[in-house]
């Protein structure tokens, strides 16, 4: 089976998730994606009803409106029942690392608004120790050549061995990606990260970080689409 199938599996089975009435956070990224196309036909067969989607990027907002998901702004929301989202890297503790398509700061404050965030990835993603990925990091642009030093310090007194701190581009390079609020993202090869939690709150701590792509005690389920199942986990 395709990975593109195994995405599919899993996030038709995040619709179990789903009920009438609810407010729903609209991850970004290729497995949310399908998730917010099959929301708008769950919508229109009347599977679900009166649900609202509250989106973490202006390319999810998109896809809900050509899906037909009706969609409030975030602070309209009272209440996230529920967010559904997909992750570059999931450990055994739900550890995750997201960023890669460069919406972790919006996809962070629904995920931490939401009752309930729920994770939808292919297998490909499950890692016994996170950092074979890059470390996506959402930084201000003033000064980002120094927020970088302070990075790549951070993450080698983090027990990261040489981390590659780079400024995420596009295309050719000539010209520095900016994410939906305007700030640029740092990608850190750190390959691998013995200790997130200490790396998170070094992060933190830099003048000049936005955020960081570790989601840490975040995500309570993660779906992953198999070969020829889905499985659903818990904490």
Avoid at 86 to 111: Q, S
Avoid at 113 to 126: I, Q, R, W
Avoid at 225 to 232: M, N
Wanted: with cysteine; aromatic share 4%; net charge negative.
């Amino acid at each position: 089976m395709s990975l593109a199938a195994q995405k599919a599996r899993a996030a038709q089975a995040a619709l179990e998730f789903g009920e009438s009435h609810m407010t729903t956070g609209l991850g970004s990224g290729s497995t949310a994606d399908i998730f917010v196309r099959l929301l708008g036909a769950a919508l229109e067969n009347g599977a679900l009803e009166n649900v609202k989607g509250v989106p973490t990027s202006e390319n999810t907002a998109r896809v809900a409106r050509e899906a037909g998901v009706p969609l409030i702004a975030v602070d309209q929301a009272a209440r996230i029942n529920v967010a559904i989202d997909g992750a570059d890297e999931v450990d055994g503790r739900f550890r995750l690392i997201k960023g890669a398509g460069g919406c972790l700061l919006r996809e962070k404050i629904i995920a931490h608004a939401s009752d309930l965030m729920v994770v939808v990835v292919d297998e490909t993603k499950l890692v016994e120790t996170l950092g074979a990925t890059d470390l996506p990091v959402e930084v201000d642009p003033f000064g980002f050549t120094i927020t970088a030093g302070k990075i790549y310090e951070a993450l080698t007194a983090s027990g990261v061995t040489r981390p590659d701190v780079r400024l995420r581009s596009y295309g050719d390079g000539a010209n520095p990606f900016i994410t939906d609020g305007g700030h640029y993202i740092l990608d850190c090869a750190c390959q691998r990260l013995s200790d997130p939690e200490a790396v998170a709150a070094r992060l933190t701590a830099i003048p000049g970080v936005v955020e960081h792509g570790l989601f840490l005690n975040t995500a309570r389920a993660v779906i992953v689409g198999e070969e020829e199942d889905v499985c659903v986990l818990r904490l």
